[in-house]
């Protein structure tokens, strides 16, 4: 089902850009208090938790499990913005860190990817042991919106009642073509320089070394990254590879789970195209804004006072989904 989104941007901030950039600036002031903990993997690596508050000292609450977009972290502003918005609402937030990005480097070569569950699936199982019996959600942003399409399907035993994928690049090689073109290549050379320096972090440590220095350097464009460091080490042939494998679209027509999929279409990170491509599935339900920017959606009249729409209306569409 696609309905049109009720969402209107400020009048103060109604271009997509700025409404892309604007959280950043308004929202690094954030404080949110959190709990940490390291999750020991299987394969030998591990991820970091951050929950909003001790789950344990709060049995009946609802948790919501929160996937953060590229080199993202709880310190990102969507997220912690999230975050602040579940514990608001007296339920519990547990974002879990994509390897490497709560400030340590993971300890293997192999990284996340838009479409890696692996971590997802041993984080959830641990949730379903010790909270079965609690009312569950997942969301994930851009990136993290990506990853949990590919997830909804791949475990059919998932503990989650609700999803949300917000502002998700689900036809990865469009989305790729996007980001270079125009004003969006300011926000690709934001992503890959952020992307390199975590590479040559690993490369420091010899956990990447299919790849010289200098070729790193060169890199300029989220196409040539993935082709040349996210498909080899990842176990894909290169970028095409990789993107027609697990792009969130082609998986969204066997979600089975109550999801919402949020998306503006003046998002300057992703390209529109594949909305042709939606498929029909009585589960989803798409909405679509005119605009709202890459993870922005930010409305209200009173600038000292803006609202966040994301929040809102995720976090109302789990209530009624809850019901």
């Known amino acids: 089902m696609i309905i049109n989104s009720n969402f209107r941007p400020?009048?103060?901030?109604?271009?997509?850009?700025?409404?892309?950039?604007?959280?950043?600036?308004?929202?690094?002031?954030?404080?949110?208090?959190?709990?940490?903990?390291?999750?020991?993997?299987?394969?030998?690596?591990?991820?970091?938790?951050?929950?909003?508050?001790?789950?344990?000292?709060?049995?009946d609450k609802p948790i919501v499990f929160v996937l953060h977009g590229l080199e993202g972290s709880i310190d990102s502003h969507y997220a912690k913005g999230m975050m602040m918005a579940i514990k608001q609402r007296g339920w519990i937030g547990l974002l879990m860190h994509f390897r490497?990005?709560?400030?340590?480097?993971?300890?293997?070569?192999?990284?996340?990817?838009?479409?890696?569950?692996?971590?997802?699936?041993?984080?959830?199982?641990?949730?379903?042991q010790q909270f079965a019996n609690r009312k569950l959600a997942?969301?994930?942003?851009?990136?993290?919106?990506?990853?949990?399409?590919n997830y909804l399907v791949e475990d059919k035993n998932h503990p989650?009642?609700?999803?949300?994928?917000?502002?998700?690049?689900?036809?990865?090689?469009s989305c790729s073509q996007r980001i270079s073109q125009g004003f969006s290549r300011i926000y690709q050379k934001y992503l890959v320089d952020m992307l390199k320096d975590s590479t040559q972090q690993k490369m420091d440590l010899g956990l990447i070394d299919h790849i010289e220095k200098s070729e790193?350097?060169?890199?300029?464009?989220?196409?040539?990254?993935?082709?040349k460091i996210t498909a080899p080490i990842n176990g894909f042939d290169n970028a095409?590879?990789?993107?027609?494998?697990v792009s969130g679209l082609y998986q969204l027509e066997h979600i089975t789970t109550s999801t919402l999929v949020l998306h503006a279409l003046d998002d300057p990170f992703?390209?529109?195209k594949f909305i042709e491509q939606l498929p029909n599935n009585d589960k989803l339900t798409y909405e679509l804004s005119q605009h709202g920017g890459h993870v922005g959606?930010?409305?209200?009249?009173?600038?000292?006072?803006?609202?966040?729409?994301?929040?809102?209306?995720?976090?109302?569409?789990?209530?009624?989904?809850?019901?």
């Open 240 to 245: 095409s590879d990789y993107y027609e494998k």
């Open 270 to 272: 992703l390209c529109h």
């Open 138 to 149: 997942i969301l994930g942003f851009s990136l993290g919106g990506n990853v949990l399409a």
């Open 297 to 323: 959606f930010i409305g209200g009249s009173n600038p000292f006072k803006p609202e966040y729409f994301i929040e809102q209306r995720v976090l109302d569409y789990f209530s009624e989904v809850w019901r």
């Open 10 to 59: 400020a009048w103060w901030i109604s271009n997509c850009h700025l409404q892309t950039m604007a959280g950043k600036l308004l929202r690094k002031n954030l404080q949110l208090d959190i709990i940490t903990e390291t999750v020991e993997i299987p394969d030998g690596d591990f991820v970091d938790l951050a929950w909003t508050e001790d789950p344990a000292a709060a049995p």
């Open 216 to 227: 790193l350097s060169a890199i300029r464009e989220l196409w040539q990254f993935d082709d």
């Open 160 to 173: 989650f009642a609700a999803a949300a994928i917000i502002c998700a690049p689900l036809h990865l090689s």
């Open 100 to 128: 490497g990005c709560s400030g340590k480097p993971n300890r293997h070569g192999p990284s996340y990817h838009s479409g890696d569950t692996f971590d997802i699936h041993y984080c959830v199982e641990h949730l379903k």
